[in-house]
């Protein structure tokens, strides 16, 4: 991770982390690694979710854009993943996304991808953040008709939903499906999409006023849909987060099926039909030992990368693999998508679904999960930055893995879009594991954040 780009992108709390200076420097970096890189005059897409502050950061990256003479096309309100999508269809430079993921309102951030439709490499990522250490100091800005002109684009919508409906390529007739939109930038384009592809739809979640995003619904709350799925005699339920990158589910019985589930039911049906790619899915280290036992029952390999969609993406694109995600939802079938898409992979998924003839109860009880505990403790950048270096809270932390004495994990980590430190532990005895976390949890809060 750079100074200020994360594994997502550049986040805070919008106007005091993430300020309009800051965007606008953005932009102006941005642009003047991409012209320097491309030879001419670039051309920009920006996309946002249904944040209150998503207008005035789009507003100030435009101004920083523009300033240094790239052209702005902005798509409105759409997905992270039509961004991605969008960038190459129309032979963009670079798009940019304005979201804070399954983040609180208050929180927003900037990502990028490039021309090819996937992020910025870090190197490209670092060359911005010396132009923005710099105060862009060293960039000349634009003058008369070399300044930046903006321009609406009114057609991304469409186009990205074709693009799904043909990528899913199936008949959901039949299926009476909940969908939370989680008051999101997926809403517009599920209410098209899902009853084209002939699902009967109940929609929740679609009435963004900029402050309701993700406030419970979507992804991080999925005990409404559960509920709602239950008492409303649904086949299933399917949940997105802000700009609906993430995919999570429930069955019929209200029980959620996380992105390991996904990601096992999705790559066992590609075997079957020779797509899935060297045989192999890729995963984080934060996937349940379930998942893994089970995908090795299924003569699927698993490869496993640091926490973070990017890290997964690279190790697919570098050994060709079709599949991969994490546990929180995000998917990538790299045979249709350049990053994760919520909504593509519920496409798929129901189409599964429908194809398979079977309740998703059933389809969710191919493996048995091992317990897992997650705990979130809040942590600002000097406290994570302190924790990184605590080598006696190290050793605790390598003790407590011990203690499990092979029937369990410990994993820690600071969050690279969040300011929280995740602790992980997972095993076969759910007291056990919750004493564990209890314990690191006390560990953490005496060494790093009662100082």
Do not use: W
Not at 307 to 329: H, K, P
């Amino acid at each position: 991770m750079g100074k200020y780009f994360g594994t997502d992108g550049v986040r805070g709390v919008a106007g005091a982390d993430l300020t309009c200076e800051m965007a606008m420097k953005i932009g102006r970096g941005a642009a003047a690694v991409l012209t320097g890189s491309t030879g001419h005059r670039p051309r920009i897409l920006i996309g946002k979710d249904t944040r209150q502050s998503g207008d005035m950061l789009e507003a100030a990256l435009t101004a920083g854009l523009c300033s240094v003479g790239a052209d702005v096309e902005s798509l409105g309100v759409l997905p992270t993943p039509a961004v991605a999508y969008l960038v190459k269809k129309y032979n963009a430079d670079a798009g940019v996304v304005i979201s804070a993921s399954h983040n609180p309102m208050e929180f927003n951030g900037i990502k990028i991808f490039a021309g090819t439709g996937y992020k910025l490499p870090d190197d490209v990522e670092n060359e911005i953040e010396k132009h923005i250490d710099n105060d862009c100091a060293d960039i000349p800005l634009a003058t008369g008709a070399s300044v930046g002109r903006v321009s609406v684009r009114a057609d991304g919508l469409q186009d990205y939903v074709d693009h799904l409906y043909e990528s899913v390529n199936g008949d959901l007739s039949g299926l009476n499906v909940c969908i939370d939109c989680a008051n999101g930038a997926s809403a517009a384009v599920a209410q098209k999409l899902f009853p084209r592809l002939g699902a009967k739809c109940t929609f929740i979640g679609i009435t963004p006023d900029g402050a309701n995003i993700n406030k419970d619904v979507g992804s991080t709350h999925l005990d409404n849909l559960e509920k709602a799925v239950v008492e409303g005699g649904f086949d299933c339920g399917i949940a997105f987060d802000g700009d609906a990158d993430r995919c999570l589910a429930c069955d019929e019985l209200g029980h959620e099926i996380d992105g390991d589930k996904v990601i096992a039911l999705l790559a066992v049906s590609m075997k079957e039909k020779g797509r899935l790619d060297g045989d192999t899915a890729v995963v984080t280290v934060m996937s349940n030992l379930g998942f893994i036992k089970y995908m090795e029952s299924q003569g699927i390999h698993t490869e496993k990368t640091a926490v973070g969609d990017r890290y997964v993406l690279e190790n697919m694109r570098e050994n060709g693999y079709a599949i991969g995600g994490e546990q929180s939802g995000h998917v990538i079938l790299l045979h249709h998508a350049t990053t994760g898409d919520g909504e593509l992979t519920a496409g798929k998924l129901l189409k599964l679904l429908a194809e398979s003839g079977k309740k998703m109860s059933e389809l969710n009880s191919v493996y048995a999960q091992y317990p897992q505990v997650l705990v979130n403790v809040t942590a600002n950048a000097a406290q994570k930055a302190a924790y990184k270096e605590d080598e006696v809270l190290a050793g605790f932390i390598e003790n407590e893995q011990q203690k499990l004495m092979g029937m369990g994990r410990v994993l820690v980590r600071v969050s690279g879009t969040e300011p929280k430190i995740r602790v992980m532990v997972e095993g076969q005895d759910l007291e056990a594991i919750h004493r564990c976390a209890d314990r690191i949890v006390e560990k953490i809060n005496k060494r790093i954040l009662k100082q």
